[in-house]
């Protein structure tokens, strides 16, 4: 019987006041997607940074003719320095941090090169021996580089030393900026989701006051009277959350799983089932967010 009523008073809320449960599920749909485009922001670095720091590698460029590097003053490297630099590559006090490397010469720089600015104006305007040749090492621990850098910076023939893991860290600085400003945009949405419930949530317990009245008058208790308020703007913001999830669902499906991994096919991106963990999460903030934003309002607004 109890269940009934409650039931028959959430439908009959629910009615009466559609325009503002409306409104309330479009409001938490919208924050709660930014809270979940920040978690799957999170969850793409985290993705990123598993997948290419074991592919990092440390660039040790060698000098040319045109290098004017401190380290160059002698001219282009010659075969004697790097076979030099070579055998300390394969030497046990450098091989213990390195897992595999390979030399790349000037013309199969300039020929990578010419594949990567194939589309652009500036293809032609380079010669294959204005690029430095270069040895291409991978590392057992990404985080050694210091050590490769310091053991060769110094040595004659070399020009450079790079690691791909300082661009990296740049892209992951961007990306992590980002998701704090999705961060910022979801907590001003969500201050305005819980404005929203509790006026949604007042208009009804007005339009029902003289009902609340009569039942707390027969003995009914404050929980009776306040669930179906707090069901109605639980039940909204529930449905806001399932459209938050289905929305990232989507995103991660037909934009990062179709359009974007055809685009870029060497990038790890997430996937929809990665973009389903949320979902629990965003529908368990949206019930609490309702339930919390309720409560605060009835005991102002409810006189029983």
Same mark, same amino acid.
């Given at each position: 019987?109890? =269940?009934?009523?409650?039931?028959?008073? /959430?439908?009959? *809320?629910?009615? !009466?006041?559609?325009?503002?449960?409306?409104?309330?599920?479009?409001?938490?749909?919208?924050?709660?997607?930014?809270?979940?485009?920040?978690? +799957? &922001?999170?969850?793409?670095?985290?993705?990123?940074?598993?997948?290419?720091?074991?592919?990092?590698?440390?660039?040790?460029?060698?000098?040319?003719?045109?290098?004017?590097?401190?380290?160059?003053?002698?001219?282009?490297?010659?075969?004697?320095?790097?076979?030099?630099?070579?055998?300390?590559?394969?030497?046990?006090?450098?091989?213990?941090?390195?897992?595999?490397? #390979?030399?790349?010469?000037?013309?199969?720089?300039?020929? #990578?090169?010419?594949? %990567?600015?194939?589309?652009?104006?500036?293809?032609?305007?380079?010669?294959?021996?204005?690029?430095?040749?270069?040895?291409?090492?991978?590392?057992?621990?990404?985080?050694?580089?210091?050590?490769? $850098?310091?053991?060769? $910076?110094?040595?004659?023939?070399?020009?450079?030393?790079?690691?791909?893991? %300082?661009?990296?860290? !740049?892209?992951?600085?961007? +990306?992590?900026?980002?998701?704090?400003?999705?961060?910022?945009?979801?907590?001003?949405?969500?201050?305005?989701?819980? &404005?929203?419930?509790?006026?949604? /949530?007042?208009?009804?317990?007005?339009?029902?006051?003289?009902?609340?009245?009569? +039942?707390?008058?027969?003995?009914? $208790?404050?929980?009776?009277? %306040?669930?179906?308020?707090?069901?109605?703007?639980?039940? =909204?913001?529930?449905?806001?959350?399932?459209? =938050?999830?289905?929305?990232?669902?989507?995103?991660?499906?037909?934009?990062?799983?179709?359009?974007?991994?055809?685009?870029?096919?060497?990038? =790890?991106?997430?996937?929809? $089932?990665?973009?389903?963990?949320?979902?629990?999460?965003?529908?368990?903030? *949206?019930?609490?967010?309702?339930?919390?934003?309720?409560?605060?309002?009835?005991? !102002?607004? &409810?006189?029983?």
């Amino acid at each position: 019987m109890r =269940a009934a009523f409650i039931l028959g008073e /959430i439908a009959g *809320g629910l009615r !009466r006041n559609l325009t503002m449960v409306i409104s309330v599920i479009l409001v938490t749909f919208v924050s709660l997607t930014f809270v979940g485009a920040a978690g +799957m &922001l999170q969850l793409q670095i985290n993705q990123m940074k598993g997948y290419w720091y074991d592919k990092v590698q440390v660039a040790i460029f060698l000098c040319n003719g045109t290098s004017k590097t401190p380290g160059c003053t002698s001219g282009a490297v010659t075969d004697d320095q790097r076979k030099a630099l070579e055998a300390l590559l394969a030497s046990p006090a450098v091989a213990q941090y390195v897992s595999d490397y #390979h030399y790349e010469s000037q013309n199969e720089a300039y020929q #990578h090169y010419r594949e %990567q600015f194939a589309n652009s104006p500036i293809v032609d305007s380079v010669t294959p021996d204005q690029l430095p040749a270069s040895f291409r090492v991978n590392l057992k621990d990404p985080q050694k580089y210091e050590i490769i $850098s310091e053991t060769f $910076s110094s040595r004659p023939g070399v020009r450079l030393v790079s690691d791909q893991r %300082q661009v990296l860290e !740049r892209l992951f600085s961007v +990306m992590n900026a980002a998701s704090l400003v999705a961060i910022v945009i979801a907590g001003v949405m969500t201050i305005c989701a819980i &404005l929203l419930i509790a006026t949604t /949530i007042r208009l009804s317990a007005f339009s029902r006051r003289r009902e609340t009245g009569i +039942m707390r008058l027969v003995g009914a $208790s404050k929980l009776m009277i %306040q669930l179906p308020f707090v069901l109605e703007g639980a039940i =909204a913001a529930v449905i806001g959350a399932v459209l =938050a999830s289905t929305t990232l669902w989507a995103v991660a499906k037909f934009f990062l799983g179709d359009v974007l991994t055809a685009q870029y096919p060497g990038t =790890a991106f997430i996937s929809p $089932s990665q973009t389903l963990m949320l979902a629990p999460l965003l529908i368990a903030m *949206g019930a609490v967010l309702a339930g919390v934003s309720s409560m605060l309002t009835l005991r !102002r607004y &409810l006189k029983v």
